[in-house]
């Protein structure tokens, strides 16, 4: 349940934000355009903003079916630094642009399982495109693009969030394993 009108915006803004920020991954109808256009942003929202949003209320629910409170917030500097290396036009991207944040009242084995819920959605959701696109359908250019697109996207923030360094869920994945063995 989104719970305030802040959390409401926030998650509006960071949906903007990635539609800009992944907008032009895929060719555009005039290739000498330098700004995109509103079919690529709605296309990147569709396709970048439910990996992130979902990876982030998958945290948010799992928090609050274990009775703890959570709550999603944008973080300002993520989304700005992703925001200025797509308007000077770098090659690299990386985004950080929210998280859930909660009272640390979760004991081990919770602190894990809120760890990996983010992850595990990207998981659910690159297994099941993945899966999908091998069932031997036919799909038009633009559904078959979705698709590959929204593939990738939730491999590569599952890989990138479960590698166990400070700050990304593998660590906090780890460090509830860590303390519930140790």
Same mark, same amino acid.
């Given at each position: 349940?989104? #719970?305030?009108?802040? %959390? $409401? *915006?926030?998650?509006?803004?960071v949906?903007?934000?990635?539609?800009?920020? *992944?907008s032009?991954?895929?060719?555009?109808k /005039?290739?000498?355009?330098?700004?995109?256009?509103? /079919?690529?942003?709605?296309?990147?929202?569709?396709?970048?903003?439910p990996?992130v949003i !979902?990876? %982030?209320?998958?945290?948010?629910?799992?928090?609050? =079916?274990?009775?703890?409170?959570?709550? *999603?917030?944008?973080?300002?500097?993520?989304? =700005?630094?992703?925001?200025f290396?797509?308007? !000077?036009?770098?090659?690299?991207?990386?985004?950080?642009?929210?998280?859930?944040?909660?009272?640390?009242?979760? #004991?081990?084995?919770q &602190?894990?399982?809120?760890?990996?819920a =983010?992850? *595990?959605?990207?998981?659910? $959701?690159?297994?099941?495109t993945?899966?999908?696109l091998? &069932?031997?359908? #036919?799909?038009?250019r633009? #559904?078959?693009?979705?698709l590959m697109?929204?593939?990738k996207?939730?491999?590569?923030?599952?890989?990138?969030n479960?590698?166990?360094?400070? +700050?990304? /869920?593998?660590f906090? !994945?780890? &460090? +509830?394993?860590?303390k519930?063995?140790?």
């Amino acid at each position: 349940m989104i #719970t305030t009108p802040y %959390e $409401i *915006f926030s998650i509006l803004v960071v949906i903007a934000a990635i539609a800009y920020i *992944f907008s032009g991954f895929v060719p555009r109808k /005039d290739p000498y355009s330098f700004k995109p256009g509103w /079919d690529e942003i709605k296309f990147a929202a569709m396709v970048a903003a439910p990996a992130v949003i !979902v990876h %982030e209320m998958f945290h948010k629910f799992t928090a609050m =079916g274990f009775g703890i409170p959570a709550f *999603f917030q944008a973080w300002w500097p993520g989304l =700005g630094l992703g925001v200025f290396l797509k308007v !000077v036009g770098s090659s690299f991207l990386i985004i950080a642009p929210g998280f859930v944040t909660m009272p640390a009242i979760a #004991t081990p084995v919770q &602190s894990t399982l809120i760890a990996f819920a =983010g992850p *595990f959605a990207n998981l659910i $959701i690159w297994l099941g495109t993945t899966w999908y696109l091998k &069932s031997k359908k #036919t799909f038009r250019r633009k #559904t078959f693009l979705f698709l590959m697109l929204t593939k990738k996207i939730n491999m590569y923030l599952f890989i990138f969030n479960m590698l166990p360094i400070p +700050g990304f /869920d593998g660590f906090h !994945v780890v &460090s +509830g394993l860590w303390k519930l063995f140790f």
